[in-house]
């Protein structure tokens, strides 16, 4: 079965007005219920008075059905049909349906034949899929178009019949020559036997690029398969230098988590060395702070001997002026010594409390106050 017979086949059938839409995917598989059906109805078209019985229930009903079917196709129709591939019911039945239908679809094209029922036709009209109707609408205006241009030539070729009607007549009473005739028959011949010629010599060459494409097809499948081969030993040999190349990859994954453990104990240590340093840090600005605190506190103590000094100075200068005894200027004198031993001692006590601080600074003493008799 062609896809070319089938689609003949169903367009047929929908020409002759089978009332069912037969597609071609019907006969991909077995379907005897389908082709009975057709069988029947073809019957019935060629012969509407015959009597064949349609039940097709069991085996022997189908075998049968197929056998009158044949016979009476045979006898009335002179078409033979092969009951086995009917019975088969899928695409080689096709064939034999074909037969039925061609011979139907020729006399109706030829004699007219008319449809079944008004009734029939009209159903099955709109039953048909007007998509699959689009080439069939094409070319119905292309023929339009051919047989209004046919008609206009036609026209013009019956208004010449007056002047053509003797030429004619002429040409029919004249008596044919044998020699002539031989001669356009000769010459149609030798046409023919060019043109059967040509179309041997272009099925010469069909047949000879078929057996070139052949022999190229069999070169490519030795090619492909001795590239299997060697793809197959390839994949199976083991290459020389694999041992090595494990060994090295080995080699390179040790030495890769050496590197990873150096380079972490390596930020480790780059971290340590910058709290380090920060801590470092910290520590000399913190010794700077106090060391300035410890010079403030020592200007701060020097201004306070300074002032102590200077009230020591007025009070010795006041004894003078008031005309004091021996006595008084040694008891002045005896408190100045005190005065002065008190701020040593204090002195002392200060830089007893900061000797634990590492920073020894001891504080200037004032210098002492001459005593004479001859300042007067």
Known sequence: MSFRELRDFTEMMRALGYPRLISMENFRTPNFILVSEVLFWLVKRYEPQTDIPADVETEQDRVFFIKAVAQFMATKAHIKLNTKKLYQADGYAVKELLKITSVLYDAMNTKGVEHMDLSEENSSKFKFDLGSKIADLKAARQLASEITSKGASMYDLLGKEVELREARTESIARPLEINEAEKVMKIAINCVMEQVQKTKDMLNNVA?????????????????????????????????????????????????????????????????????????????????????????????????????????????????????????????????????????????????????????????????????????
């Open 208 to 376: 000879l690029d078929e057996a070139n494409l052949e022999a190229k097809i069999e070169k490519r499948k030795l090619e492909l398969e001795r590239s299997q081969k060697r793809l197959q030993t390839l994949q199976s040999v083991r290459p020389a230098f694999m041992d090595e190349y494990e060994k090295i990859e080995e080699q390179l994954q040790k030495q890769y988590s050496t590197y990873l453990e150096k380079f972490r104990n390596l930020t480790y240590l780059e971290q340590l060395l910058d709290d380090h340093r920060r801590a470092e840090q910290e520590m000399f600005e913190e010794a700077a702070n106090m060391l300035r605190l410890m010079q403030n506190r020592l200007k701060e103590e020097e201004q306070l001997l300074l002032k102590g000094a200077r009230r020591a100075g007025v009070r010795i200068m006041g004894t003078m002026q008031g005309g004091d005894t021996e006595e008084d200027e040694v008891s002045g004198d005896s408190e100045i010594d005190l005065d002065e031993d008190e701020e040593e001692d204090d002195m002392e006590d200060k830089s007893i409390e900061i000797s634990p601080r590492k920073f020894v600074l001891r504080a200037r003493k004032p210098e002492p106050l001459e005593e004479s008799d001859n300042d007067f």
